[in-house]
Nanobody, 125 residues
Framework: QLRLVESGGGLVQPGGSLRLSCTAS????????LGWFRQTPGKGRDVVSS????????HYADSVKGRFTISRDSAKKTLYLQMDNLKYEDTAMYYC??????????????????WGQGTQVTVSS
């Protein structure tokens, strides 16, 4: 059973940067399409970015294009989200997710069977 653990969240000032990590335990991530989602209180989970199983296809929400970069490292079994020029509206709980029955850069949360526990990102001055 795949288990995902996120890290790297925290408090950062506007304009600052954070790098989120999502590490898998027990299995390789090579056979999974992966994604980052975020959620604020009272709202559903929205895709931030996703990456295909091959790593060749990526998707970014319009609100983060040009500021966030998704990447995956097979050897380290880790998914990353580099977040630069952070804004107040990026404040949320961030979750990583994995799907082993589709290969594309998936944007719907219901397509991901596996989820981490989340890491909080707070952008505040």
């Amino acid at each position: 059973q795949l288990r995902l653990v996120e890290s790297g969240g925290g408090l950062v000032q506007p304009g600052g940067s954070l790098r989120l990590s999502c590490t898998a335990s027990g299995v390789t991530l090579d056979d999974y399409a992966l994604g980052w989602f975020r959620q604020t209180p009272g709202k559903g989970r929205d895709v931030v970015s996703s990456i295909s199983m091959s790593g060749l296809s990526t998707h970014y929400a319009d609100s983060v294009k040009g500021r966030f970069t998704i990447s995956r490292d097979s050897a380290k079994k880790t998914l990353y989200l580099q977040m630069d020029n952070l804004k107040y509206e990026d404040t949320a709980m961030y979750y990583c997710a994995a799907s082993d029955d589709r290969i594309g850069a998936l944007i719907l949360p219901e397509l991901y069977p596996y989820w981490g526990q989340g890491t909080q990102v707070t952008v505040s001055s």
